[in-house]
């Protein structure tokens, strides 16, 4: 069963949709489960050891990405909402993330969680992303 539906470009996640990655302190993923892969559309074997931003959608603000960075580095747990890419760059899904930084055997990790944003979410994150730079 998959989970998402395609309208349009877009791969609108399934309501039991549960995305996780982590990543490094440098943001390269380190762990990817089955739902990100294919909602990304890659294989785990094409995300770990990438950089994350792999799936970055253009039409995201640098400053939603500066203040995931900023808040996480001090230990802070993030949420927001994200554009992300589908491999190829034909297709786009949007997900509501939860960044948790974690501390293992001395290191850095970031955990992130996602799911399915309502559609007023990601209507209103469209207009304000439209007002950041």
């Not at 909602?39 to 094409?46: D, I, K, L, S, V």
């Not at 995300?47 to 640098?62: A, C, E, F, Q, T």
């Not at 955990?111 to 559609?119: E, F, L």
Request: charged fraction near 25%.
């Amino acid at each position: 069963m998959s989970i998402y539906s395609v309208n349009g470009t877009e791969r609108v996640l399934s309501e039991y949709a549960f995305l996780v990655s982590e990543t490094d302190e440098k943001g390269v993923i380190v762990f990817a489960n089955d739902d990100f892969c294919e909602a990304a559309g890659y294989t785990t074997q094409e995300l770990i050891g990438k950089p994350h931003n792999i799936v970055r959608h253009p039409d995201m603000p640098k400053a939603a990405f500066k203040d995931l960075w900023e808040t996480v580095k001090r230990g802070e747990t993030w949420t927001g909402f994200v554009k992300n890419n589908v491999k190829g760059g034909r297709e786009f899904y949007w997900v509501y993330a939860t960044v948790y930084p974690v501390l293992r055997d001395g290191k850095h990790y970031y955990m992130s969680c996602r799911k399915k944003p309502t559609a007023d979410e990601v209507a209103s994150s469209i207009a304000l992303y439209k007002t950041l730079v």
